[in-house]
């Protein structure tokens, strides 16, 4: 049975990866691909397909905010017509640089999730899991589709979308001072900051400044907790900019993140088990 599939990224070479190791795998006829949340929803309108790839982390309307959307227009539709047959949700593949998203992913139903770089056995294991699901219809585990949903269940799922999707809790900016500079820095672009002889080092792919903060406990406060953790007595790290975790000896690992240095950065033994939760080592 061949899938008919979408591709949507904000990456010209996500996609192209991703579509080479469709074509090599077989099985999937891609219809068509966008760069953003908002032709992803014109595109699933028009094609209807079985599959679509999604991107978390999209200007605009992330992947979350698509299937939300997707989720009130099917509630909406079913309200409005309750005899007829509404067209059911695609199967949801979603892919991301951050391996944290799957656990969003997995609790909105999604078919699998894909981390960057993408792997060819994980493209072939998440498409024998959306053909298994096509091919039996909506089931237990399968995204609910408007048609076998009560009202209910569609609602629970919009608040579930709506608490989940990045983004939509707001944390205060920090204050980071820069030489002479005080600026103001959204948390969700602090890489790290570890402390060294008392003073507190903040660093963003762009800058890197001192934070007021006295002590990580301190700075900790002040941030979301769902982005950050303390990784090591002396670093507090932002799980959005790991870029690579790294085996180290010993059964320990240091994380690379992706600051312009790609530091490397500690875990101590204390938090190895936190980390392999995070990342399902």
């Not at 010209?12 to 949340?37: I, M, P």
């Not at 599959?51 to 539709?77: H, I, N, T, Y």
């Not at 089931?139 to 009202?151: G, I, T, Y």
Request: aromatic share 6%.
């Amino acid at each position: 049975m061949t899938l008919s599939a979408l591709i949507i990224d904000d990456e010209r070479l996500a996609r192209d990866e991703l579509k080479y190791l469709l074509d090599s795998v077989g099985g999937v006829d891609v219809v068509a691909q966008g760069a953003n949340g908002i032709e992803a929803i014109d595109l699933i309108e028009e094609h209807h397909p079985d599959l679509v790839f999604l991107d978390v982390q999209m200007p605009g309307l992330d992947g979350f905010g698509v299937l939300k959307q997707l989720a009130e227009r099917g509630a909406a539709r079913a309200l409005q017509h309750p005899d007829g047959e509404p067209e059911p949700l695609p199967q949801i593949v979603f892919a991301t640089a951050y391996d944290q998203y799957a656990v969003r992913a997995f609790d909105v139903n999604a078919v699998d999730y894909l981390l960057k770089p993408f792997d060819r056995s994980r493209v072939e294991q998440a498409i024998e899991r959306a053909r298994s699901r096509v091919a039996g219809g909506a089931d237990s585990n399968a995204m609910p589709r408007p048609e076998a949903q009560p009202q209910s269940q569609l609602d629970a799922l919009l608040r579930l979308l709506h608490n989940r999707t990045p983004g939509a809790a707001q944390h205060a900016k920090l204050i980071v001072q820069a030489q002479s500079r005080l600026l103001l820095i959204d948390q969700s672009e602090i890489c790290y900051a570890a402390i060294d002889e008392g003073v507190i080092r903040v660093v963003t792919q762009q800058l890197e400044g001192q934070s007021k903060c006295r002590t990580l406990e301190e700075l900790l406060e002040q941030l979301d907790p769902a982005l950050f953790w303390r990784a090591h007595r002396g670093f507090v790290v932002n799980i959005n900019h790991i870029r690579e975790v790294v085996p180290w000896f010993k059964s320990s690992y240091q994380l690379r993140m992706n600051d312009k240095k790609q530091t490397e950065i500690p875990v101590s033994r204390s938090q190895t088990r936190r980390l392999r939760e995070l990342f399902n080592l």
